[in-house]
């Protein structure tokens, strides 16, 4: 091991050696202030942040060919860090209002940041295996933070359960991947099945399936996404805020380099089953999406319409599905963080957590930056422009058409048609109804902060969509095959 | 052909031992049946070549992770389970999944009985080849893995002590 | 049938096993050890596919197979164990948000 490879996993490595330090660190920090921790983990992200731009044009692969760093996990590493940062600006009120102000929580939220990282630099789906784990394990420590609180701990052992069951999917499937290649290194993959087919085809299918079904529960993608709802609305909101925007993005991230890069060469075999996927998460999470009144669950139906869109991108393939998918993850995470942000300050108080729809009435004239930052974020869900969320649709249809999934660009467009059933429905909430909710909602400057960093950049990301997708692109090129 | 008869008894005791899992009424059963399953998993692994990962599996699983099973059990008084705990209650909805897997099963086996191939290989699998590999080759998921298992230790120690509040 | 083959079809069976398991058991620490069932599985079925290829690789993905699993065990033993002091259960028909 040599200072060469380590630097192939630089903002990981500083994540994990940061959140070891912060737990002895955190030692020393009396009870009353936790937020100094917040601050250290906040001072960690940063820093991991400044290593992408520095690090920015490198493709190499280390540690024997396990992980790379090239322009793509960079990119992935970026976005994390700024979900992430903006997450812990979020926790200080909220964390302090609801009682889990504890130390434990930055170190661990940085672990799972640095097993996140990870899924976009693993070349080995060995590391992708540990990767999983290493984000999965801290974040069912921190749905279930809330305890003794019932529907925080049931939240946890549910999201527990699923998520063990879905890594012996996943684990199964590399087995019998590693049975009939005879390897499990990305790399090594392409090359493989890129000559004549190898002579256990059934085995490969078989285990690329049980692969997918294994991510399909990370991304929550339908039919594997019963545990979603529940497990967000149970979970301390600032957990489902990070879960909802970094998780996915980290599981796509993972996703985009197995299949789209590794198995490139499967190509027929894998794309007809991920549109259906694509196909029946939009339905799902969408149709569901327009029953629900509380707005945290609606929340978790629409990231499971998400999930569907961002694979049509993957079932497009190539390099245009891949940037489309880049594009939308750093549309949708940035987006969906402003909407808790909002939830969360409206929940900072006293009071016990109330995510019904009803709170928000009234909204529009009590708390006009509030409102502002949810109206556009749901605009940008629904894909209006000039946010970000259109531009993401866009590419993602462009995408689909030019891989001759045209019918899957029309399911986008349809699907896209009735979530503005609900999206609309909270800002009509916000600025129609009049409301009876007047609990004062003490400011905070870290956490408007953090959603108006949110806000403009959704509106940012749709006006300068072309440089965005040119880093994005550069960034694709760059990736170790 | 006596060697296969040692492999079809122990694969039968193996899958006796996960049936008892997945219709023992008693909690602690199920976790000896499970013990057993593991057990047989060992010989499997000295059978293959595998003499260390033999003793790590009765060390690790056998000796830690199903004690602490048994401990967990017995300490929540959690033993008998309700007679309505058995393998007959399916919900309509999980028979997609129960079909994906017998696929997933049936195209195992035919991969397994259309090829030749598999023939056993020999390679050195002492104590001292696996730990060069482990600190060279796969230094990396070693570091990641012991990072892991720090994050691991650190959540269930949150999770289990009470606030001194 | 070789003695490979033989390893990976019994692995497939108890993977089959364990998935039942989870579907159908209630309890969530019984829940817990059918997943340990479907790990072990996969564990023999990378044993069997080392001596197929005669590499030592497959025996090191066990490794880290089973260190995964030790890690899993501890973090959800100790959620099993805190809701129990909560609710004096660990029936998962009892989770009463059950309804996804």
Same mark, same amino acid.
């Given at each position: 091991?040599?200072?060469?490879?380590?630097?192939?996993?630089?903002?990981?490595?500083?994540?994990?050696?940061?959140?070891?330090?912060?737990?002895?660190?955190?030692?020393?920090?009396?009870?009353?202030?936790?937020?100094?921790?917040?601050?250290?983990?906040?001072?960690?992200?940063?820093?991991?942040?400044?290593?992408?731009?520095?690090?920015?044009?490198?493709?190499?692969?280390?540690?024997?060919?396990? /992980?790379?760093?090239?322009?793509?996990?960079?990119?992935?590493?970026?976005?994390?860090?700024?979900?992430?940062?903006?997450?812990?600006?979020?926790?200080?009120?909220?964390?302090?209002?609801?009682?889990?102000?504890?130390?434990?929580?930055?170190?661990?939220?940085?672990?799972?940041?640095?097993?996140?990282?990870?899924?976009?630099?693993?070349? &080995?789906?060995?590391?992708?295996?540990?990767?999983?784990?290493?984000?999965?394990?801290?974040?069912?420590?921190?749905?279930?933070?809330?305890?003794?609180?019932?529907?925080?701990?049931?939240?946890?052992?549910?999201?527990?359960?699923?998520?063990?069951?879905?890594?012996?999917?996943?684990?199964?499937?590399?087995?019998?991947?590693?049975?009939?290649?005879?390897?499990?290194?990305?790399?090594?993959?392409?090359?493989?099945?890129?000559?004549?087919?190898?002579?256990?085809?059934?085995?490969?299918?078989?285990?690329?399936?049980?692969?997918?079904?294994?991510?399909?529960?990370?991304?929550?993608?339908?039919?594997?996404?019963?545990?979603?709802?529940?497990?967000?609305?149970?979970?301390?909101?600032?957990?489902?805020?990070?879960?909802?925007?970094?998780?996915?993005?980290?599981?796509?991230?993972?996703?985009?380099?197995?299949?789209?890069?590794?198995?490139?060469?499967?190509?027929?075999?894998?794309?007809?089953?991920?549109?259906?996927?694509?196909?029946?998460?939009?339905?799902?999470?969408?149709?569901?999406?327009?029953?629900?009144?509380?707005?945290?669950?609606?929340?978790?139906?629409?990231?499971?319409?998400?999930?569907?869109?961002?694979?049509?991108?993957?079932?497009?393939?190539?390099?245009?599905?891949?940037?489309?998918?880049?594009?939308?993850?750093?549309?949708?995470?940035?987006?969906?963080?402003?909407?808790?942000?909002?939830?969360?300050?409206?929940?900072?108080?006293?009071?016990?957590?109330?995510?019904?729809?009803?709170?928000?009435?009234?909204?529009?004239?009590?708390?006009?930056?509030?409102?502002?930052?949810?109206?556009?974020?749901?605009?940008?869900?629904?894909?209006?422009?000039?946010?970000?969320?259109?531009?993401?649709?866009?590419?993602?249809?462009?995408?689909?058409?030019?891989?001759?999934?045209?019918?899957?660009?029309?399911?986008?467009?349809?699907?896209?048609?009735?979530?503005?059933?609900?999206?609309?429905? /909270?800002?009509?909430?916000?600025?129609?109804?009049?409301?009876? &909710?007047?609990?004062?909602?003490?400011?905070?400057?870290?956490?408007?902060?953090?959603?108006?960093?949110?806000?403009?950049?959704?509106?940012?990301?749709?006006?300068?969509?072309?440089?965005?997708?040119?880093?994005?692109?550069?960034?694709?090129?760059?990736?170790?095959? | 052909?006596?060697?296969?008869?040692?492999?079809?008894?122990?694969?039968?005791?193996?899958?006796?031992?996960?049936?008892?899992?997945?219709?023992?009424?008693?909690?602690?059963?199920?976790?000896?049946?499970?013990?057993?399953?593991?057990?047989?998993?060992?010989?499997?692994?000295?059978?293959?070549?595998?003499?260390?990962?033999?003793?790590?599996?009765?060390?690790?699983?056998?000796?830690?992770?199903?004690?602490?099973?048994?401990?967990?059990?017995?300490?929540?008084?959690?033993?008998?389970?309700?007679?309505?705990?058995?393998?007959?209650?399916?919900?309509?909805?999980?028979?997609?999944?129960?079909?994906?897997?017998?696929?997933?099963?049936?195209?195992?086996?035919?991969?397994?009985?259309?090829?030749?191939?598999?023939?056993?290989?020999?390679?050195?699998?002492?104590?001292?080849?696996?730990?060069?590999?482990?600190?060279?080759?796969?230094?990396?998921?070693?570091?990641?893995?012991?990072?892991?298992?720090?994050?691991?230790?650190?959540?269930?120690?949150?999770?289990?002590?009470?606030?001194?509040? | 049938?070789?003695?490979?083959?033989?390893?990976?079809?019994?692995?497939?069976?108890?993977?089959?096993?364990?998935? %039942?398991?989870?579907?159908?058991?209630?309890?969530?620490?019984?829940?817990?050890?059918?997943?340990?069932?479907? %790990?072990?599985?996969?564990?023999?079925?990378?044993?069997?596919?080392?001596?197929?290829?005669?590499?030592?690789?497959?025996?090191?993905?066990?490794?880290?197979?089973?260190?995964?699993?030790?890690?899993?065990?501890?973090?959800?033993?100790?959620?099993?164990?805190?809701?129990?002091?909560?609710?004096?259960?660990?029936?998962?028909?009892?989770?009463?948000?059950?309804?996804?």
């Amino acid at each position: 091991m040599a200072i060469k490879d380590l630097l192939t996993v630089t903002a990981p490595a500083i994540c994990a050696v940061g959140g070891t330090l912060l737990l002895l660190l955190d030692l020393a920090i009396p009870r009353g202030s936790k937020s100094t921790t917040a601050w250290a983990a906040f001072a960690v992200i940063l820093l991991a942040l400044a290593s992408v731009p520095a690090q920015w044009g490198v493709s190499t692969s280390g540690f024997a060919g396990m /992980v790379a760093a090239d322009g793509y996990s960079l990119f992935v590493d970026g976005l994390l860090a700024v979900i992430a940062a903006l997450t812990v600006l979020l926790t200080l009120r909220y964390n302090e209002a609801r009682g889990i102000m504890r130390g434990e929580f930055y170190p661990l939220m940085l672990f799972a940041l640095s097993g996140m990282m990870l899924m976009g630099h693993a070349t &080995n789906l060995i590391i992708v295996f540990i990767a999983v784990e290493l984000l999965s394990i801290p974040l069912y420590v921190l749905c279930g933070f809330a305890r003794p609180r019932v529907d925080s701990e049931e939240s946890a052992l549910k999201y527990f359960l699923l998520g063990a069951f879905a890594s012996g999917f996943l684990v199964y499937g590399i087995a019998l991947i590693y049975g009939a290649a005879g390897t499990v290194s990305l790399t090594e993959l392409t090359a493989a099945l890129s000559g004549p087919k190898p002579a256990d085809s059934a085995l490969l299918y078989a285990g690329v399936a049980l692969v997918l079904v294994g991510l399909g529960f990370k991304v929550a993608a339908a039919p594997f996404h019963m545990w979603t709802p529940d497990v967000y609305e149970g979970a301390p909101t600032t957990v489902t805020a990070f879960m909802a925007s970094a998780t996915k993005a980290a599981g796509f991230a993972a996703i985009l380099r197995i299949f789209l890069f590794g198995l490139a060469p499967l190509m027929e075999t894998w794309q007809a089953p991920i549109a259906v996927l694509a196909l029946l998460s939009m339905i799902v999470g969408n149709v569901v999406a327009l029953a629900q009144t509380n707005l945290k669950r609606m929340l978790a139906y629409s990231s499971i319409a998400h999930a569907g869109y961002v694979l049509t991108g993957v079932a497009a393939g190539g390099d245009a599905g891949a940037s489309a998918v880049l594009f939308y993850l750093a549309s949708y995470a940035l987006t969906s963080l402003a909407a808790f942000a909002v939830m969360i300050a409206l929940n900072s108080g006293e009071a016990d957590e109330n995510h019904s729809l009803d709170t928000y009435a009234g909204l529009g004239r009590r708390k006009p930056l509030l409102a502002f930052v949810l109206a556009v974020s749901m605009l940008s869900l629904l894909g209006i422009p000039p946010t970000a969320g259109f531009f993401g649709k866009y590419f993602l249809i462009s995408a689909a058409i030019g891989s001759g999934l045209t019918w899957l660009a029309i399911a986008l467009v349809i699907t896209s048609v009735i979530s503005a059933g609900f999206y609309l429905r /909270v800002i009509m909430t916000m600025y129609m109804r009049d409301g009876k &909710n007047e609990a004062p909602i003490a400011g905070n400057w870290p956490r408007a902060f953090a959603a108006l960093t949110a806000t403009v950049a959704t509106l940012g990301i749709g006006i300068l969509a072309s440089p965005i997708v040119e880093l994005i692109n550069t960034g694709i090129k760059s990736i170790v095959r | 052909m006596n060697e296969l008869l040692v492999y079809i008894l122990l694969g039968a005791v193996s899958v006796v031992a996960a049936l008892g899992l997945l219709f023992s009424r008693n909690a602690i059963y199920a976790a000896l049946f499970l013990v057993l399953n593991f057990g047989v998993a060992a010989v499997f692994y000295l059978l293959m070549n595998a003499p260390f990962l033999a003793v790590i599996q009765i060390s690790v699983y056998a000796g830690a992770i199903m004690v602490l099973f048994v401990f967990v059990i017995m300490l929540l008084g959690a033993e008998q389970l309700p007679a309505a705990d058995t393998g007959v209650r399916i919900k309509a909805s999980r028979f997609v999944i129960i079909a994906g897997v017998a696929v997933l099963v049936a195209s195992v086996m035919y991969a397994l009985l259309t090829q030749s191939s598999g023939e056993a290989a020999t390679y050195a699998s002492d104590p001292a080849a696996i730990g060069v590999m482990l600190y060279t080759q796969y230094a990396f998921p070693f570091e990641a893995v012991s990072v892991l298992l720090l994050a691991a230790m650190v959540g269930a120690v949150v999770l289990t002590t009470r606030d001194a509040k | 049938m070789n003695p490979i083959n033989f390893i990976v079809a019994l692995s497939a069976i108890l993977f089959a096993i364990g998935v %039942l398991g989870v579907l159908t058991r209630r309890n969530a620490i019984l829940i817990f050890m059918s997943v340990e069932l479907m %790990l072990n599985a996969a564990n023999l079925a990378f044993v069997a596919f080392a001596r197929k290829w005669g590499e030592l690789d497959g025996q090191m993905f066990v490794f880290f197979v089973m260190t995964v699993a030790a890690a899993e065990v501890a973090v959800g033993l100790a959620l099993i164990v805190t809701i129990f002091r909560t609710r004096r259960s660990t029936d998962v028909d009892d989770l009463s948000q059950l309804k996804g």
